[in-house]
């Protein structure tokens, strides 16, 4: 049976299966709670925040992420939040949080670029002229993270991109600097170490989208590898610096090349800011739900990622202030905001305080939520990954469906009960995307099995802004901070508030409903996906698909008890669509032997994603161990690359899969991916003591 012959009767089947409550919107928050959110939130109260924030040049450990660590905490107590604390986790590059190997903290002073001009016909020194380049006062951006003091006047050499010994071939770069279109750490070994090269000069662009080098005035934030034992400067150009230093290297010139750079690491700490709203039930208040961001980034670094740091503290704000007031009942759970570094600081928080990992029962996670037009951001809704289903995804997309239906009224017809615009913002429909799920920030962290924290994702893409100096506050859209807060604030709270008293009368329905109004459209992406695959292979991908949808409603025990005869609401459905994907396909049948039908399970330590943010933690372990490079790493799916393949094959180790069972679902995720691919890795995981066979 071919897969696009069953679109009209797989839609028919749904249908027919939704329960009669799923048929009507149930509101998951009462008028109200929705009106109160609505009227309490401000975008520009938010910007007046992101304003502060991009000032500061918020490196990992650096005074200016300290500075804005105390201009969140200072924000928080002024709002009248609980527990506000900035917590300290030691960082000196020996210690490690699960799989992250901690960073030093790097801080820098002075960073100037200047070219040294020859007057003609003048001999003496005091016939030099200095023109500057960059300038590290003017526009921190300009100096690569991970920098070293040094002061040096040498020639510039144009090597290309710089990552390949032939880009060096007849070039003499020793003691002197590079002028490298590939970003800093990619070179830094090559140039410094290979062929002595004093410094890097990188015009390294920014991140592929459809404005890619379009914008040739973009200087992008810069790198260079924090471990790396060849230490050196960096300096970051725009495109049209870069294209003139070439023009004239080209013809035959020589540019000589002043750097001074006063910075380093030195040990110092992970700083994380947490502030909390205390929960009214005695026992459910120890449970958690987590208002999640990254304070780190460059400055000014506003879209990415001032804009949801500000937000979840707008909604702080606004929930606390409601609450106060009694317009809003306090939840049962608590409600706790974190602004750590990104990425490794939510594994420092997580593994140095495991009795706070162990309250969280969600999160909701905010990075880049406010991009205005200039920014041509698209806004979305990103749902978790396939090894950990869950309800709270579809809740979250259930309150940017409202908004995305009452801003898009308002903006064809100019009337709305709930626009949700803000007095400086636009007045454009929202326009959020329900989203697969996609890698790159702290949602990463939470929902990596070793933790297994469902995390909602909310956040913008592409955004053609992201990480240069034109990332800056002016352009924010109030309006899109207001919206982003409303979905996040709405969801937390609905989260927060779900107990087991209202569960057989209210809130199971609504959600059952949700998940059965929601599944079509799931559904319709994977038979989007599977008409490029044949019969068989899309055969071997429903299971999961179907296995991830029961899951989906199960989830919903892990926060309330549900009544003994609750599945009879959603069973049917789900029964349905079970039967009808499967009937007709041919799935695999033969006996698994051997290592393709062992079960594997992932250790208790080290806890966290393998890949992390400086450090590899596989690759490190694998090269100690012998462990050549698994080809699923660099292998690319139809829908995700080695990165996705590998975070999900180790999280679907979870004891009760096989190497067989573990490749079908990361395919239904990503595409059809080798078995012999999956068990390869799945060893070399077991060698450096990550996974383990069942026994």
Known sequence: MRVTGIVA??????????????????????????????????????KRNLEGLARLHRQRGSAG???????????????????VAILQFPADGKIFYGTQRSRPAWDADEGELEEV?????????????????????????????????????????????????????????????VLVSAQPGAVQDLAVEKFGAAGIVSYAQNQKTAWWGEDENLIRWGHLETFSLNKTFAFMVSLKTARGLRERL????????????????????????????????????????????????????????????????????????????????????????????????????????????????AAV????????????????????????????HDVAWAFAEFVNEQSYKFAATGSAEYPLVAPEGGKEPLRAEYSAYTMGSDHDVYQ????????????????????????????????????????????GYFLAR???????????????????????????????????????????????????????????????T??????????????????????GRALRTEILLGDYGKLWERRPQPKGPLAVFGYDYFSEHAKAAGVATPKLLSYEGLWGGGEEYAYEVLNFANGKKNTQEIRDAVSAEYGPVPVEMVLEYLQALEKIGVVERVK
């Open 562 to 583: 549900v009544p003994p005869d609750w599945r009879q609401m959603e069973w049917a459905h789900t029964t349905a669509l079970e039967t009808h994907l499967l009937s």
């Open 117 to 177: 001009k020859q007057a003609k016909g003048v001999s003496e020194k005091s016939g030099e002229t200095t023109v500057k380049i960059a300038s590290y006062g003017a526009m921190p951006i300009v100096l690569a993270e991970d920098s070293e003091s040094a002061e040096v006047t040498a020639e510039l050499v144009d090597v290309g991109a710089g990552t390949k010994e032939s880009d060096y071939a007849g070039k003499d770069v020793k003691g002197k600097i």
């Open 365 to 392: 996670h905010m990075d880049m939520v406010g991009g205005g037009p200039a920014t041509k951001a698209v806004f979305h809704v990103t749902r978790g990954p396939m090894s950990l289903p869950s309800f709270v």
């Open 250 to 361: 080209a013809r035959g010139e020589t540019i000589q090349l002043h750097a001074v750079v006063k910075a380093g690491q030195h040990a110092s700490n992970y700083e994380v800011v947490t502030a909390t709203i205390p929960g009214a039930d005695a026992k459910l208040k120890e449970e958690e739900i987590a208002f999640s961001c990254h304070l780190d980034h460059q400055r000014p670094g506003a879209n990415d990622n001032a804009s949801g740091c500000v937000t979840i503290l707008e909604v702080a704000r606004t929930l606390q202030k409601l609450i106060a007031e009694g317009k809003l009942a306090r939840p049962a759970r608590t409600i706790r905001c974190f602004w750590p570094p990104e990425i490794e600081g939510t594994l420092a928080l997580l593994n140095g305080k495991p009795e706070l990992a162990r309250r969280v029962k």
């Open 65 to 83: 992420f300290h500075a804005a660590a105390e201009l969140v905490a200072e924000r928080a107590r002024a709002y009248g939040l609980s527990d």
């Open 498 to 560: 779900l107990t087991s008293a209202d569960m057989p009368k209210d809130h199971l329905p609504a959600l059952i409903g949700l998940l059965s109004e929601h599944r079509p459209a799931r559904f319709g992406e994977w038979l989007h996906r599977c008409e490029s695959l044949s019969a068989v292979g899309c055969g071997e991908m429903t299971r999961p698909f179907v296995s991830q949808e029961m899951a989906k409603v199960d989830s919903i025990q892990w926060f309330a």
């Open 448 to 491: 990596d099995s070793s933790f297994g924290i469902p995390a909602i994702y909310l956040n913008d893409w592409p955004d053609r802004y992201i990480h240069t100096n034109f990332d800056a506050a002016a352009n924010i859209d109030t309006t899109k901070l207001k919206r982003a807060a409303f979905i996040g604030a709405a969801s």
């Open 9 to 46: 009767t797989a839609a028919t089947v749904a249908a027919a299966a939704l329960p009669c409550f799923a048929q009507q919107r149930t509101a998951l928050l009462a008028e109200k709670d929705v009106a109160a959110l609505a009227n309490e939130l401000s975008g520009e109260a938010a």
